[in-house]
């Protein structure tokens, strides 16, 4: 499509210019006539000569002037045609980076960087860093190593790991509560981040803007 509407704009600018230099009068057509004139004329005094030279040299004139128009308006079509498939170009990123957003909005939260410092227990997304209990920390790194070499991990996996102990002593309930709690620490502190906001000393309110607020 970008092809294609280049190449439309560029033999429509072309097809302009074109027909615009073809309709303009020829560059000689005034030195023609007065070439005509002098011929066809029989010029005996002094002044006569002399209007003719005169003549001559507007004529002359006349073709420099028209060369430079000639010129400028090749220059202007250059230009145009620049600036439209620029414009062209332009409007089909805008498309993109529109339908790039509307995609971002619709998967909701996309988390572009993890880092998890267990020394001061805080896990960062995004650069948005949240504290979490040890307990909820040793359940994230182990979900993160699990994923970094593509494992699945039960929830007996989960608890056998962070406590130490064999799979055999271990439910799968108790992994499953760990979770649970990675979810509640982490999404509460999320929920705080991004939506409900706690101002201190006044109270609470959302952290979004009120044209995106429709209640039905």
């Known amino acids: ?32 006539q007065v070439e005509k004139l002098f011929v066809e004329t029989d010029l005996t005094t002094e002044a006569e000569i002399k209007l003719l030279e005169i003549l001559a040299q507007s004529g002359t004139a006349f073709s420099d002037t028209l060369a430079s128009y ?22 089909v990123l805008l498309a993109g980076l529109n339908r790039r957003m509307a995609q971002v909005e619709r998967a909701g939260i996309q ?23 040890a307990a909820a920390m040793e359940t994230l790194a182990v979900l993160a190593e699990a994923r ?3 494992e699945v991990l039960s929830g007996v996996e989960i608890e056998a790991m962070i406590s130490g102990r064999d799979t ?14 990675l979810r509640d620490t982490l999404g509460n502190q999320m929920i705080s981040e991004l939506l409900v906001k706690t101002i201190a000393r006044r109270g609470y309110m959302l952290a979004i803007e009120k044209d995106v607020i429709r209640m039905v």
């Open 70 to 91: 000639r010129m400028v308006i090749f220059v202007l079509l250059v230009f145009a045609t620049a600036m439209m498939v620029a414009a062209l170009v332009f409007l």
């Open 1 to 32: 499509m970008v092809a294609w509407g280049i190449a439309t704009i560029v033999a429509i600018l072309a097809a302009a210019g074109g027909l615009l230099l073809l309709t303009l009068p020829d560059a000689n057509a005034f030195n023609a």
């Open 168 to 181: 055999a002593d271990c439910e799968e309930a108790a992994g499953a509560t760990r979770i649970k709690r």
């Open 148 to 150: 970094l070499d593509d």
């Open 111 to 133: 988390v572009n960087s993890l880092l998890i410092s267990r020394e001061e227990n805080t896990v960062y997304l995004n650069n948005m860093g949240f504290k979490l209990t």
